[in-house]
């Protein structure tokens, strides 16, 4: 069993940068796959980034290449954390933020379907 717990969310002003974070719990972690996902007020929830087990595979979506980075930490006992820094945010940036953790860990993953365990979402707003 993997527990996310998201933080690092927040208002912030357009061009601005923030690094979410996610903090796993459990002996398995390092073994996932993670993703990030958002959803904005009145969408539909939408893939972000993708990173396999051992971080040798990263995927992103068009929206947010170049300007997002999605990194992980699977020092046991130390940390086991994955992290989403996003650097000049945009106001169609502004959504809620999910960690995400799939059991394959190979690979790294876009579609929901793949992922078994969620965090409860951070909340992200940019300002123009």
């Known amino acids: 069993q993997v527990q996310l717990v998201e933080s690092g969310g927040g208002l912030v002003q357009a061009g601005d940068s923030l690094r979410l974070s996610c903090a796993a719990s459990g002996r398995t972690f390092s073994n996932y796959a993670m993703g990030w996902f958002r959803r904005a007020p009145g969408k539909e929830r939408e893939f972000v980034a993708g990173i396999n087990w051992s971080g040798s595979s990263i995927i992103y979506a068009d929206s947010v290449k170049g300007r997002f980075t999605i990194s992980r930490d699977n020092r046991d006992n130390v940390k086991n954390t994955v992290y989403l820094q996003m650097n000049t945010l945009k106001p169609e940036d502004t959504a809620v933020y999910y960690c995400?953790?799939?059991?394959?860990?190979?690979?790294?993953?876009?579609?929901?379907?793949?992922?078994?365990?969620w965090g409860q979402g951070t909340q992200v707003t940019v300002s123009s």
């Open positions: 995400a953790g799939a059991i394959a860990g190979y690979g790294a993953w876009r579609s929901d379907r793949q992922y078994n365990y």
